[in-house]
T-cell receptor
């Protein structure tokens, strides 16, 4: 089955700096890669996603890049703000009848004021 | 409703007790998923429904875990004879399927189960 590795596990940045979180996946059949933000006591919230026919996608301060050959994808947050502090999860889903996501282990992002 | 609703938010069970966790998905969402999230980890897949049909239950850790969605809307995850290793947050998510497209999930806030 699919295996998703996520790095780093913790990340501290100064307010206004950029943050980058990286993930690798094992199943070459995976074609959908969402990123979730989880705040304390809440469920994961989808912040951006990318499909395998696209190499990059941007939404305001958030961008995701995908390298299918190397089987890795990254989340980039620019101009970080204290409210960006949370746990971020990457995930991957293969095509086919099974529609579940396989999640990475999470990155605790702390934005220091 | 506007989002995925889960109840109860917190549940403390004595070891050996049976529990039932409820999920009310977004109206009209065809797909419903249950995930288990241990402390400090990412969510792990338990089971998947398309309408009332349980199409995948490969993630259920043992036969003590049972899920149902009899009318294709509300779902219940039942855990029999709870054990300490069942302590986790149980997340429900729903998704709208159109054709073969991939769409993101909407998660509920979860039920935190503590087995003592």
């Amino acid at each position: 089955g699919e295996n998703v590795e996520q790095h780093p596990s913790t990340l501290s940045v100064q307010e206004g700096d950029s943050a980058v979180i990286k993930c690798t996946y094992s199943d070459s059949a995976s074609n959908y890669f969402p990123w979730y933000k989880q705040e304390l006591g809440k469920g994961p919230q989808l912040i951006i996603d990318i499909r395998s026919n696209v190499g990059e996608k941007k939404d305001q301060r958030i961008a995701v890049t995908l390298n299918k050959t190397a089987k890795h994808f990254s989340l980039h947050i620019t101009e970080t703000q204290p409210e960006d502090s949370a746990v971020y999860f990457c995930a991957a889903r293969a095509s086919g009848s099974a529609r579940q996501l396989t999640f990475g282990s999470g990155t605790q992002l702390t934005v220091l004021p | 409703g506007a989002g995925v609703s889960q109840s109860p938010r917190y549940k403390v069970a004595k070891r050996g007790q049976d529990v039932a966790l409820r999920c009310d998905p977004i109206s009209g969402h065809v797909s419903l998923f249950w995930y288990q999230q241990a402390l400090g980890q990412g969510p792990e897949f338990l089971t998947y429904f398309q309408n009332e049909a349980q199409l995948d239950k490969s993630g259920l850790p043992s036969d003590r875990f049972f899920a149902e969605r009899p009318e294709g809307s509300v779902s219940t995850l039942k855990i029999q004879r709870t054990q300490q290793e069942d302590s986790a947050v149980y997340l429900c998510a729903s998704s709208l399927i159109r054709g073969r497209g991939n769409y993101g999930y909407t998660f509920g806030s979860g039920t935190r189960l503590t087995v003592v």
